[in-house]
């Protein structure tokens, strides 16, 4: 069984362009979160999609958003990047939103270098 | 609002041998789910171990133990048998009980395994 899979994995963007990373969750999960890995704010929660819908957001401007497809591949979309945004962004899916002892399987990441 | 605080930022063990990985919570929900996760330099997540609010019992997983003390709020992560393969840094999580999707996470605890 795949694990779950992040394309790009590495990227390299300019301030002020836009980027889009993508998230295939493992078979038969339903569920993706995304989260942001930065050595200054360690690791914080952007968005969960279940069904296609965003079912929770975390604290982040406007300019993160993200979608979840019929499939429930999902994607991030980060526009007018900044340096800040330089960070690893985990994606993790579940069977369902997370309940009892439902475990996120986490992908392996995509590390965006904005300069 | 919900916390998990890992005070140890680093730690070093010799191989063969035990070790504790301290993680403290604060929550306010009744319901809740405490993680642990292994984050070796590849950056990928590697989910370790569960422990829910109501289980009366620690949670074991082949050489990682959880020792759950509620009412002191802590969720200490011990390793026995230490490896070389161990060395990663090691994150505890909590997922309140409405907040679905969404973990907590903690800053994380560098540990080294020294032969």
């Known amino acids: 069984k795949a694990g779950v899979t992040q394309t790009p994995r590495y990227l390299i963007k300019t301030r002020g362009q836009q980027v889009t990373l993508s998230c295939s969750p493992i078979?038969?999960?339903?569920?993706v979160s995304w989260y942001q890995q930065t050595p200054g704010q360690g690791l914080q929660f952007l968005f969960e999609?279940?069904?296609?819908?965003?079912?929770n957001k975390g604290n982040f401007p406007g300019r993160f958003s993200g979608r979840q497809f019929s499939n429930s591949r999902s994607e991030m979309n980060v526009s007018t990047l900044e340096l800040g945004d330089s960070a690893l962004y985990l994606c993790?899916?579940?069977?369902?939103?997370?309940?009892?002892?439902?475990?996120?399987?986490f992908g392996p990441g995509t590390r965006l270098t904005v300069l | 609002a919900q916390k998990i605080t890992q005070t140890q930022p680093g730690m070093f063990v010799q191989e063969k041998e035990a070790v504790t990985l301290d993680c403290t919570y604060d929550?306010?929900?009744?319901?809740?789910?405490l993680f642990w996760y292994k984050q070796p330099s590849s950056g990928e997540m590697i989910f370790l171990i569960y422990?829910?609010?109501?289980?009366?019992q620690n949670a074991t997983e082949g050489r990682y133990s959880l020792n759950f003390q509620k009412a002191r709020k802590s969720a200490n992560l011990v390793i026995s048998a230490s490896q070389l393969g161990d060395s990663a840094m090691y994150f505890c999580?909590?997922?309140?009980?409405?907040?679905?999707?969404?973990?907590?996470f903690g800053q994380g605890t560098e540990l080294s395994v020294k032969p």
């Open positions: 422990q829910g609010s109501y289980d009366e």
């Open positions: 078979s038969g999960h339903r569920s």
């Open positions: 929550t306010s929900d009744q319901s809740y789910g």
């Open positions: 993790a899916s579940s069977l369902a939103p997370l309940a009892g002892d439902n475990e996120q399987f």
């Open positions: 999580a909590m997922r309140g009980g409405n907040q679905g999707g969404k973990l907590i």
């Open positions: 999609y279940f069904s296609e819908t965003q079912r």
